[in-house]
């Protein structure tokens, strides 16, 4: 007999097997991050500095993410490497939450071909973080959580792309990024003897894990009208990584009966929604650019964040009756809404030098939290956002005859405030209650790059 349950009434040893299994999968089942680390925390150091806010005229390694068509803009090969870090310092009724620190190591690449007046360029955008390669969290209901901050951001970021420059007003670039989602599968079979379970009992147990890559869509296009000005969007695919763990366990218990334990838990351990990014970017006077973008965040469209699990249970023969109430977990529905998101730049060409040239930038985003107030079961913090960046760029461009180019060095520095916002539930008897959620985020990074004309 198979029933289904949430409780055993079976024997200890039954009983502690089959919570062993459920423990080790649960505690492996993953939560959800929203998407990758460039849709957190930025990527280019010049482009996060100007809060990305670059997509109409955006020409180096950060085209691989900001917009594909950038990359043919010019005819020069460039190669970066920066490092960027970010403190959280988020609370939850004045206590710090245990959200990590992120940093991550960022790596762009744009090689051009010139035929005639024809450019093509390939670009290949890459991010690293330094702790981890991947990390997920179980979603426990009950227990608030910085969904947009907590685990999305131990990610690798991967992004190949090519774009074209048929005439000199015009750039057209696509590309795709790369995300693994996986399966695993625990198996515990064997004997569990009651009288002398230190040297008669026999469990083993195998653990497999399968990793497969999906694949999601990024295309731009960049007008030029006027040197003095210029247009841009940005299509970013919607992509979700889901995460299938099975734990089973098949064991003879005290030669007396069989056990059998199945448990499937299938969630979503990534979500990317679409976005739409439309941009312009001018030079009101030579030395001072001015940027704008407004995102479009295709948020409606996220699935859940509580993972999907159905649980069996079954003992041969039948020694106690087994309750057969309770199937696992459904989702449930996160009521989230589409954002627009705008973003402003500013950069002004400080000291122009035929040595050496100084940009100081600046930069502003505003981000409305998708996050209705958690009033039900979910605990899923947020709160609005507002990022204020400043960063610099120093470009050396007295290096011939050992480079025909320049070197960069570029730097950020940037706060994000979280407004502080009170949930109230529904119910008086609610397991988590009341709670008020708010903080910051601090974070910096450094580049640089070699630029060959």
């Known amino acids: 007999m198979v029933s289904r349950a949430s409780r055993v009434g079976a024997p200890r040893a039954a009983v502690f097997a089959a919570a062993l299994v459920a423990l080790l999968a649960l505690l492996a089942s993953p939560g959800v991050a929203r998407a990758t680390p460039p849709d957190t925390y930025g990527f280019g150091v010049r482009s996060t500095a100007l809060a990305g806010a670059v997509g109409a005229d955006v020409s180096d390694a950060s085209a691989n993410y900001h917009n594909p068509a950038g990359l043919a803009r010019d005819d020069s090969i460039r190669l970066s490497i920066s490092y960027i870090s970010l403190h959280p310092f988020l609370d939850i009724n004045d206590q710090r939450s245990s959200v990590e620190r992120f940093g991550a190591m960022q790596v762009g690449m744009i090689a051009p071909v010139k035929i005639g007046d024809v450019v ?26 910085w969904e947009l901050y907590d685990t999305r951001s131990a990610r690798i970021f991967l992004a190949s792309s090519l774009a074209i420059r048929p005439v000199e007003w015009l750039t ?23 009288g002398d379970p230190e040297r008669l009992s026999r469990l083993e147990h195998q653990f497999k894990g399968d990793l497969t890559s999906i694949r999601y869509p990024q295309a731009g296009i960049q007008v030029r009208p006027h040197e003095r000005f210029s247009f841009g969007a940005t299509y970013r695919g919607e992509y979700t990584l889901g995460t299938r763990i099975i734990a089973l366990a098949d064991a003879t218990v005290a030669r007396i009966a069989n056990l059998q334990f199945f448990l499937d838990t299938l969630s979503t351990s990534l979500f990317g929604p679409q976005q739409l990014d439309i941009s312009f970017a001018g030079y009101p006077i030579p030395s001072l650019r001015v940027g704008f973008s407004l995102t479009w965040v295709d948020w409606s469209a996220h699935p859940s964040l509580i993972p999907t699990e159905e649980l069996f249970l079954g003992l041969e023969p039948e020694l106690v009756e087994l ?31 035929p040595a050496f040239e100084l940009d100081l930038r600046a930069g502003y985003t505003y981000e409305n939290s998708p996050f209705p107030i958690q009033r039900g079961e979910t605990n899923f913090v947020d709160g609005d956002r507002h990022t204020a960046s400043l960063g610099f760029g120093l470009r050396l461009t007295d290096l011939e005859p050992t480079i025909a180019g320049y070197i960069a060095i570029d730097g950020y520095a940037y ?18 209650g009341d709670y008020t959620a708010g903080g910051g985020l601090v974070g910096a990074g450094v580049q640089l790059e070699v630029v060959f004309e």
């Open 172 to 194: 057209l670039g696509a590309g795709i990024a790369f995300q693994a989602p996986s399966e695993l599968t625990l198996d515990i079979r064997g004997n569990l003897d009651l």
């Open 323 to 353: 309750p057969g109430d309770i199937g696992g977990r459904t989702a449930v529905p996160l009521g989230l809404h589409d954002t627009f998101v705008p973003r402003i730049g500013l950069e002004w060409t400080a000291f122009d030098r």
């Open 415 to 432: 706060y994000t405030h979280v407004r502080e916002r009170t949930h109230v539930k529904d119910s008086l008897v609610d397991p988590v």
């Open 120 to 145: 093509t360029a390939f670009g290949l955008g890459l991010v690293l973080p330094d702790q981890r390669l991947a990390r997920t969290r179980s979603t426990i209901v009950t227990r608030p959580r």
